[in-house]
């Protein structure tokens, strides 16, 4: 299938049935006319990458935006404030964790944070950085709110995303947790990298990039000698 194919469509015979197979095949939705681009065939726009922003005003209802907010990681900052429920928010950061930052501060409950900072960010902040996204990463632990910011917690999305390290209180950043960083640094580089499917998808991961964004945000008085000897070995090796 090809979606320039309906460009051979005359005209006269371009039905809603015959635009909506060309969307599906990544036609644009904007060549359409105004009149046959219908709910439908936005929400195969949508999936397709058309932003929800975009959409017209009669169908910004909250059943459309429950329909479509899972399909991009940027489409729940479109959706109005008042429309923004708890099931709605968790549909959306359940697939992208860092959407957190797009969350009401009272729908952000513990289960919420914690399910957000589950998701692989070192990808993400890959493939944001390689397609030149205007909207930057954040990574979902900037966005916990502080007395949600456990030891256990900064753990856990650190395991998933070493970058987030930077957003882990002073008080928490301990050796043992900054060592566990560069260690899990070296893991999620590797494994990352011996993906064909994840290289393939968002390209390769430099250890010295990222590493460059951890290293100062550990405390200087972590970086004793000892300490400092330690992340050597761990780079060596």
Not at 48 to 77: A, C, D, M, Q, W
Not at 214 to 229: C, D, Q, R
């Amino acid at each position: 299938k090809n979606k320039y194919v309906i460009t051979n469509v005359p005209m006269y015979l371009r039905t809603e049935e015959i635009y909506l197979e060309a969307i599906k095949q990544g036609y644009s939705i904007e060549q359409l006319p105004i009149n046959l681009r219908t709910e439908e065939i936005y929400l195969e726009a949508i999936k397709k990458g058309y932003s929800i922003e975009h959409i017209p005003i009669n169908l910004k209802t909250y059943e459309f935006y429950l329909k479509n907010v899972s399909h991009s990681g940027f489409s729940l900052r479109y959706v109005p404030e008042s429309l923004k429920t708890e099931e709605l928010c968790w549909k959306n950061v359940k697939r992208y964790g860092f959407t957190l930052k797009d969350v009401p501060e009272p729908l952000k409950t513990k289960e919420l944070c914690w399910e957000a900072v589950k998701k692989d960010g070192v990808a993400l902040y890959c493939v944001l950085k390689t397609e030149n996204v205007q909207i930057p990463y954040v990574c979902p632990l900037y966005s916990v709110p502080e007395p949600l910011k456990t030891k256990e917690l900064c753990e856990e999305a650190i395991k998933h995303d070493v970058c987030a390290l930077q957003f882990v209180p002073e008080t928490l950043k301990t050796p043992e947790l900054c060592l566990k960083t560069i260690k899990e640094l070296v893991k999620q580089v590797e494994c990352h990298n011996d993906s064909s499917y994840k290289v393939r998808k968002y390209g390769r991961i430099h250890f010295n990039e990222l590493y460059s964004i951890i290293f100062p945000t550990i405390p200087e008085p972590v970086k004793t000698p000892e300490f400092l000897l330690q992340v050597q070995f761990i780079k060596q090796n």
